[in-house]
């Protein structure tokens, strides 16, 4: 069991049918997070993982239908900023983040030297193994990624991480809605918000079937790269636009 610290840490778990394996994971997060809340954002579930959340405990926010893993931890971001958390972690519901790796993304935020942590299943030999058709997407997910953001990421489809509240209040008011966690990198790391990865082990799902098919593999990488590449085209653009009007707006008061 390890003390997370005095700054209030909020768990957000987004959950769509997970009720053979939310009583665990939620279970598994107090044990190893004395201090941390947990919020279940259960994303328009027909099975009982909300009823299960809140018999374990957890404050549970229900969204009205399925919107998509965006939507939900979108909901918890803004949970966690109307409530004045300084620390939100998000952790999936199906048990493949194990909550006692949870100090090591949490660590280098606790200590001021991160915004943004990612645990990194590829930084250590942590076993993990995963189809082809999506190591492969996650190997040119992780090149592209670093090369646009100046900086190295071996894993950037992973959802375990944890931010800071400053980070979070971000995600709060703009965060991507098909794929957020590769996504949302290089915008972060262009606004200057410090990301970094942390080792971490991490599981085969508990229960369930993986939505991400050899096929869906594909179209996520490419539905990835456009949306990255199209929001740096956009970020540049307006950068531009800001340049071009400050530029005007100087030499109209000039004398």
């Known amino acids: ?43 328009g579930s027909d099975d009982a993982t909300a009823e299960i959340a809140r018999q374990k405990g957890a404050c549970v926010v229900h969204l009205p239908f399925n919107c998509g893993i965006g939507a939900a931890m979108q909901t918890g971001y803004l949970f966690a900023q109307e409530r004045g958390y300084e620390v939100a972690v998000q952790v999936d519901a199906d048990g493949q983040h194990d909550p006692s790796q949870c100090p090591r993304i949490l660590k280098p935020i606790l200590d001021g030297d991160a915004d943004v942590v990612i645990g990194s299943r590829f930084l250590e030999g942590s076993g993990y193994r995963s189809t082809a058709a999506r190591r492969a997407g996650i190997i040119w997910l992780s090149i592209l990624i670093s090369s646009m953001a100046r900086a190295r990421f071996s894993d950037p489809t992973s959802g375990f991480r ?8 971000y995600f709060a008011s703009d965060y991507p809605t ?9 915008p972060l790391c262009r606004r200057g918000f410090r990301v970094i990865e942390a080792p971490v082990t991490m599981r085969n799902r508990k229960t369930g079937r993986s939505s991400i098919t050899a096929l869906r593999s ?14 740096l085209l956009r970020a540049s653009g307006r950068r531009r636009v800001k340049k071009w009007t400050e530029l005007k707006s100087s030499q109209l008061q000039a004398p």
Request: hydrophobic share 50%; aromatic share 8%.
């Open 1 to 43: 069991m390890t003390k997370s610290g005095p700054r209030s840490i909020l768990v957000i778990i987004p959950a769509y049918n997970e009720e053979r394996s939310i009583s665990a994971v939620i279970d598994e997060i107090r044990w190893n997070l004395l201090d941390a809340d947990v919020l279940v954002v259960d994303d």
């Open 162 to 169: 944890a931010a800071s509240r400053a980070a979070f209040s």
């Open 178 to 186: 098909d794929y957020p966690e590769p996504e949302v990198i290089v």
């Open 218 to 231: 594909i179209y996520y990488m490419i539905k990835v790269t456009l949306a990255v590449s199209v929001g």
